[in-house]
């Protein structure tokens, strides 16, 4: 399709275990983009958005789920549908932004980067929420 | 001693990731310049192997497709002959599919094909072994698809004319005015001719075809027809907006050109050819 490209892949990076060892995580990311890559024909530039997109995630929770994050017992599907919304969003957001600036690598095509982003990005976030709704287990 | 092991272990993580990072963006870099030999391609036997698994199931689906357009081939290469028949005894016949040079046909199956990206890359599943090398020029009956890029024994891997760099000469059907042929990474069946001369007698739904200037390409081949064009900034050039015959998305089997004067043709000009 032309702009509309959704990269669920990035469910990976969203769910990956939140107390888990932040190097293996960024191997792990990284290991995943290049995979992608191989077959895309791409280069290195899922690999590194995704590596990006690891790296800022701790960030990410603390800023979108505050306190709970510390207690590091956080559960995806037990959040609050505002707080997980904002961090897939952001999440997306950064990973889409830097696959396309890789992926067009001049700066004059900014607004054609922007607008990829844009709508990949909607895309994306709908179909991650979905399935994050759909796959996850229910407590009681 | 101890507080450089300190602060590389209070660290580690923002270093492995610059680590990785910067390994990334230099496999990017790596693929943004032309015939450098990288294992990240998907025409290695790996991803090869899987990607003609899977296009072999999905083949079933496009069966009566690929029939039907098989057909129509061979009907207008029946009525060629035809007319072939009735023209031999006219004097200065000539005619655009009456190709110049010595060249050979091979033909293969895209088993892997992209279109959404901004440098598009298309595997097939004939490589070294079946005789393909890098430079040859690939076609289907309605028009031009790319150029071979990499080989290896089984795959090989063709530069799209959907890629940011690709350049193809080409020209006007009814004249011999020409220009090269580029996309801008919108549409992925419009691409764009530049550098056409303002004097060129350029209308709307006129065809455009292959260049005499290519090595890889023998002319006359169909590429699209003029969707709509405008001047550049110098109102020196024309860049025109050209609506492909082929349907990018979806391609199936394909034609491998190989020119085999090419080699002769080099030695003579001892140059190295700027079209691509």
Redesign the interface.
């Known amino acids: 399709m032309g702009y509309i490209n959704p990269y669920l892949y990035i469910l990976f990076v969203l769910l990956y275990p939140f107390n888990s060892n932040q190097s293996l995580f960024l191997i792990f990311s990284f290991l995943l983009g290049l995979g992608i890559d191989i077959f895309e024909d791409s280069g290195g530039i899922n690999a590194a958005a995704c590596v990006v997109a690891a790296f800022v995630r701790p960030n990410l929770l603390r800023f979108s789920f505050g306190i709970s994050y510390d207690h590091q017992n956080l559960r995806l599907g037990s959040t609050p549908f505002g707080a997980r919304l904002t961090y897939i969003l952001l999440i997306v957001g950064i990973h889409h932004f830097v696959l396309f600036s890789l992926e067009m690598f001049s700066l004059n095509h900014i607004l054609l980067i922007l607008k990829k982003t844009l709508y990949s990005g909607i895309f994306t976030v709908i179909l991650s929420t979905l399935s994050l709704s759909i796959f996850s287990k229910k407590y009681r | 001693m101890q507080q450089i092991f300190n602060f590389l272990i209070r660290n580690?993580?923002k270093i492995?990731?610059l680590f990785?990072?910067g390994?990334?963006?230099?496999?990017?870099?790596?693929?943004?310049s032309f015939h450098k030999s990288s294992f990240?391609?998907?025409a290695?036997s790996f991803?090869g192997g899987?990607?003609s698994w899977t296009s072999d199931i999905e083949n079933y689906f496009h069966l009566e497709e690929y029939n039907e357009r098989l057909l129509e081939e061979n009907k207008q290469l029946r009525n060629i002959l035809t007319n072939l028949n009735d023209t031999i005894s006219v004097e200065n016949y000539t005619d655009s599919s009456n190709f110049e040079g010595v060249y050979y046909f091979r033909a293969a199956r895209v088993i892997?094909n992209?279109f959404?990206?901004?440098?598009n890359?298309l595997?097939i599943n004939q490589g070294e072994d079946a005789g393909i090398k890098p430079e040859f020029g690939v076609v289907t009956s309605k028009g031009v698809i790319g150029i071979v890029d990499r080989v290896n024994s089984r795959f090989s891997?063709v530069i799209s004319i959907l890629h940011s760099e690709a350049r193809i000469n080409a020209q006007l059907s009814k004249s011999n005015h020409f220009g090269s042929l580029t996309w801008n990474?919108?549409?992925?069946n419009i691409v764009q001719l530049i550098d056409v001369p303002r004097q060129a007698p350029v209308n709307r739904g006129d065809t455009i075809v292959t260049g005499g200037k290519s090595l890889i390409f023998p002319e006359g081949l169909p590429i699209g027809s003029i969707e709509d064009y405008t001047m550049d900034e110098s109102q020196s050039y024309y860049t025109i907006n050209v609506r492909l015959f082929n349907d990018m998305t979806n391609i199936g089997f394909i034609y491998i050109i190989e020119n085999l004067d090419r080699d002769n043709i080099l030695s003579l000009e001892d140059v190295e050819d700027d079209e691509q």
């Open positions: 580690k993580n492995l990731f990785l990072l390994l990334s963006v230099f496999f990017t870099i790596q693929t943004h990240i391609s998907s290695n991803t899987i990607y892997n992209n959404s990206k901004a440098d890359y595997t891997r990474g919108k549409d992925p």
